[in-house]
């Protein structure tokens, strides 16, 4: 394999792949040699994208389980076939649980944040298949892995997310396909926007979107399967570790 180009003669579909860490990701995996469809409902941003990188555009809502296979169907025909997934699309939550709740707000942020993991999933595992296996790689967030009493059907999206990719990873072992998320903290995109003065005001520093993409590329190029890795200024991204945590096939009664 050309250690250059070590994803040469791949396809990779990439969700919300019209800006921040999408368009940085789809840019990487086209940079290690990977044919790329950028899915996005921002048409004019995502065939911006497909341009850069050489690849197609297909407008996509994550949350519309015909999209994502109408999005698998287009990638088999136009590319031959798909060997990777990043379902990367997602929005901010918008409302808690309390007097701001809002209904529409809330089935927006699951419908896209967790509904597209799982209806991607569901559309593209034939065409994994059909290649003898793949990769597949959801955003998720460090919002997954810790408590954000801020916001907090936000951090339940992301911890399903978690929970699915801790799951899936095994079960979809037998069949070559991996399963592994992605769990950045503040990164560069349009979901921290409303953030931004916070963040500046508190010194949090903002991760370049760029070393998300370059943690996507290592995870599709790697052989781990069921992983959570963690994106966080300061520190090397590497898979999270869940130490002592008692499965249900492990705990006793006493």
Same mark, same amino acid.
């Given at each position: ?17 019209a ?12 940079g ?5 469809v ?14 850069l990188?050489g ?5 996509c ?8 296979r @109408? ?9 031959g ?7 990367n699309a ?35 595992l ?6 003898g ?8 967030s460090?919002?997954?892995?810790? @408590? ?37 903290? =503040? ?6 926007d409303?953030l ?10 903002v ?15 790697g052989?781990g399967?069921?992983e959570?890795? =963690?994106?966080? @200024? ?7 570790r =869940?130490?002592?945590v008692?499965?249900p ?6």
């Amino acid at each position: 394999m050309d250690g250059s180009a070590p994803l040469r003669g791949k396809v990779a579909i990439v969700t919300g792949g019209a800006s921040g860490l999408g368009r940085s990701t789809a840019l990487a995996l086209a940079g290690a040699g990977a044919e790329v469809v950028v899915a996005d409902l921002d048409v004019e941003g995502g065939r911006e994208v497909a341009d850069l990188v050489g690849g197609h555009f297909q407008a996509c809502d994550v949350a519309d389980l015909e999209a994502d296979r @109408a999005l698998v169907e287009f990638t088999v025909e136009r590319c031959g076939g798909v060997d990777i997934a990043f379902l990367n699309a997602g929005v901010a939550t918008g409302c808690g649980v309390g007097d701001d709740f809002d209904l529409a707000r809330y089935r927006r942020a699951m419908g896209a944040n967790l509904d597209g993991v799982v209806f991607g999933t569901h559309a593209v595992l034939p065409a994994l298949r059909a290649r003898g296996g793949g990769s597949i790689v959801a955003t998720a967030s460090l919002a997954g892995l810790a @408590a954000v009493p801020l916001d907090p059907l936000y951090a339940a999206n992301k911890h399903a997310v978690v929970g699915l990719a801790r799951s899936l990873g095994p079960a979809l072992a037998p069949d070559g396909v991996r399963f592994n998320a992605l769990c950045p903290g =503040f990164a560069e995109s349009r979901i921290i926007d409303p953030l931004r003065g916070m963040l500046s005001e508190q010194g949090v520093p903002v991760i370049p979107a760029e070393v998300v993409a370059d943690t996507v590329v290592r995870i599709v190029t790697g052989d781990g399967t069921g992983e959570c890795w =963690f994106v966080q @200024a300061g520190r090397e991204p590497e898979p999270f570790r =869940f130490r002592n945590v008692p499965a249900p096939g492990r705990l006793t009664h006493a």
